[in-house]
């Protein structure tokens, strides 16, 4: 049994609060009218400083949640009898309980094997087939999220060859970005070059996870690709009519370093987590700890000692096979040494 | 030319901010870490007070635009090949841009005429046909607004000559509820007078455009009625992760009688430019004004001059024949006055 | 009570068999082997036989009914936040059960009034409002049956009319053709004349009413219109393997004059069935007979005394007012003078 | 080079004519009037023979295509958040652009691997997770295809093990019978056997590969499965107003042993086909030959010197590893031999 408090905070991200800048921005927001519908001066500096961080002209949407992202951002991209292709592991394919199906009108998900739940060019490759005939769903898009499900991330050569595939085929390429920041930070690039200049096309950009209250914002690259997205953002009931309160956290979360700097931390609780848990003997990380999620293979008989001693433990999370803990822009390290004392007093 | 600043808060109530009970809510819902995804205690006060509100066990799902609110509640209770009764200027119809189609996965809104914008048991009973009949789309649903868009509310009785016409035909019965506060205050009846006691099965009730930053709930008064909404709830992308921020501004915005004490103000502000239009020659309402909301005819060239002095004059609203003026929480009464000297040099 | 055997057939045009013409062409197709999915040779000549009758290069998209093909051709031209104006008793409205919103993917129908089930250029200029508004569902198209639902046919510069108004609103023209030929020969114009050169886009041309045993085509006018057609054609079942059958069929419908004596013959018919009635003191035609549907107001009890004749009386048919009778390409002029007979015993 | 005329007729069943029988009877239904959608004598009467071969009573929906027949059956039993289970190679998955997507409003087909094209009973209950969480797509139904897509015919201790499975966790079964008779033939088994009474659900039978024009028939085991079947039909455009050539077919197909008849030749001429094949030397099959479909492994230049001398070669079905041959009611065993003549000069 150990001694402190339970360990809450460290199954899930979307447990934490938002960071002071975001909430005060969004009490800052609350004075006077605004014009609704996303035509407030938030949304429009937002999407200045969205051109300003990629380098480039970019038009954007916001919306409240992730899930509302990655579906209307594919519905974008692929016909309602299109082809998807996607990790097994991907939360569009996984845990957004069939929006990309819905909101493309039936588009279909393909999904593939790959090592720390990425996909490599060379499988794409091998898995397209069927353009131009009328008896297979038509190849579409591909998607990859950055960083990935499994905590890992893309690197640049990787997706740029991953999007070449894309581009041979005339697929779109959509990057889910719901842990975007934390992505950008790990490999230290810029997120132009992670992005449209390794051939993103579109990319959900997340900030719920990263110290938002609520807000994500879907960012396109190819200005000719959004079509009738606003029609499809309104349809779906993501056009809020005070859109000022969604532009408002993520214009504060994208002033200054204040996303990289949540990112940061929280790759760094992570990696003190990570490296504390491989100097334990008998656990064993199942994928390597490139941004802010952990995930351990631990026996069944662990995980309910962990909960005994009050541990929060998601072990639902990915292939099943790994606990997942996640560290965020406000974790303590306290926490983290707590989480790793239990393990080792039950690890053995 | 009138001599005062532009009068820009009165074309819509989205324009305007939370009222602070809400806006404090929610930065005090700001600390620690808290269940997911509706999981939170928030969201389950919340569910408990709109029990109390109603006097009866009833589900909630809180979701953050009003477009989504109701696609959502309608494809609960009608099937993809279902017929939707409205009035042919309901927001559903007319302003939300095909989500209740979209949502519901191809149901076919039938428009009826009636005057005020508001429907009658009578014209629903000659409207319904072919049930049972494969040729025909379903009968299954009745959808109206209270208060409905022409700023006018339904008598108690006239809702309930209309759910017993749905009964009697089978029909589920919504109530578009996006100014329900309104409607209650202007009626002086109990919440549970003009929902569920007068046959009402699913009521969408707004705060965003009453006081908060974006909150709306989907209020089932009837469980059976529910079956696979959380599904079609998470489906839509309307299931936040961080709910809490959804549901404390509801909270807040429902305890005591913010909300009502909110919609008193506004319905009043709205009286005291009605009754000041009333007062003026060459000027007519357009509808009886019994909430927050006041329609006049007034010429073009009024228009224009009033957009001369800077006024924001919402003509696209409605049926196109008049004008739209929108008080809401915190209307100043100075504002009433400046709009009514602006008509009274104009019409004349 | 009338002496002779019952009157079944003029209740419907889809009672009746397939002529001679056409049930020997299948019987015909019936041997060898033939390329699968319309790449046959029957599909190849129909393709060159409606090029030829449209005096114009069409595409064409065989299909086994009207209601497919009516909510086929509406997919492809309409996006599934679209309006399309259509007349309130039109088929596409009232009688296919929700294939239009079902096949575009939630599109909404907006019926207008018009007398004799006619639109009119006048009244969808007054009905589109909201182009390029995200709050409302987006104009996309206009669809006018010909010979329309209450038996009459548009006149030629009614067509041109409409589509004058469609082309000034971007809106694209579907003409539901199910009883085409009956139109043709009624205005004694070319084929061309009354679709493609009076502005239709697409037509559905139906077969089934008039001869066929189950056969209608897509057929349009404009290539670029096409789009993603061939794969919503595959993906709603309607690509037969062995479309050779349905071709076939067309083909030899198509062939000589057989569509057009085929309709010459109930349109005359339906002249007899009409000019017959118009000499009855105590009934009275509801509309003008201009194809093969004659609709006549008789009271209840005539209806009553009628079905105790044997007679099989349609009264559900378009508004309720009014009984339909409908001939066919083997309708005996027996049967019609039978019901001639009938009615003169039964209204006086 | 050899000697004779091309091969064509050995790459599809779909590329047949159909048997005198089924011919016959379509002419002989061509005469006089007859109740329209589906109220005709011949469809009442297939529905009764149904019953009889399937010694149960069943309720039967007759449509114009096999892709048509799969998906509107998904669609009766997969809500459109619901997951399929199939097997990679599946039909519905590979071959069908989407429409159970699309029929079901968005469905995710599960595919899962299994040798010879057959899901095996483990594989289903180790692939099923997620039941009740909002998060992920549901469970709801199980789709087998008899005979398989790689000619293989499923065990009944096999159908059972996977209904057993499937009933445990409350999915429901389809089959697609697109070769059915094929199937049963080959099992040596009653009809009822190797569905219902193994635990199917709902069954596609199809009649257009064997012997038919163009008909196929849902079946329904369960009559609890219906609910909104009827309208589901009508809304797809696969209720024909002329039901009596569809039904007729059927009814012709499975009167006395027609159905039976055929596959036992097709499957004997495979047989033939498959036994030839295994004596030559550099050839082997793919899969074992069990019903009326052969798949060898042969070289791209095989393949290229038999499209040389005139054989039309498919080498895109299935997994591309294999070119299928595929033999009908009608394959001639000199065809047969040709090709086995072709095969043995070009593989050595």
Known sequence: ???????NSLASDNVSCACPEVMDAVVAANTGISDSYGEDVYSVNLEARLCEIFETEVKIFPVATGTASNALALSAITPSFGKIYCHELSHINTDEYGAP???????????????????????LESTIYGQGNVHHAQPAAVSITHACEAGVVYQLDEISAITAVARAHNLNVHMDGARFANAVVSLGVSPAETTWKAGVDVLTLGGTKNGCLAAEVV??????????????????????????????????????????????????????????????????????????????????????????????????????????????????????????????????
């Open 1 to 7: 049994m150990i001694e402190e408090s339970p360990i």
């Open 101 to 123: 199906e819905f909101f493309t009108g039936g588009a279909k998900l393909v999904d593939m094997k790959g090592e720390n739940a990425k996909i490599t060019a060379e499988a």
């Open 219 to 348: 960012v396109f690259f190819r200005p000719e690709l959004i079509g009738n997205f606003p029609f499809l953002h309104k349809r779906s009931g993501q056009l809020l009519s005070k859109m000022r309160f969604i532009s408002a956290q993520l214009e504060a979360y994208l002033t200054g370093d204040v996303w990289l700097r949540n990112a940061r931390y929280a790759n760094a609780m992570a990696a003190r987590l990570s490296e504390g848990i491989a100097a334990l003997p008998g656990i064993e990380l199942a994928y390597p700890t490139q941004s802010n999620e952990v995930f351990v293979r631990i026996p069944e008989s662990v995980v309910e000692a962990l909960r005994v001693d009050g541990v929060n433990v998601n072990d639902e999370e990915l292939d099943g096979s790994a606990v997942r803990f996640v560290t965020a822009w406000n974790t303590e390290a306290a926490e983290v040494d707590r989480l790793l004392r239990a393990l080792a007093l039950h690890c053995h």
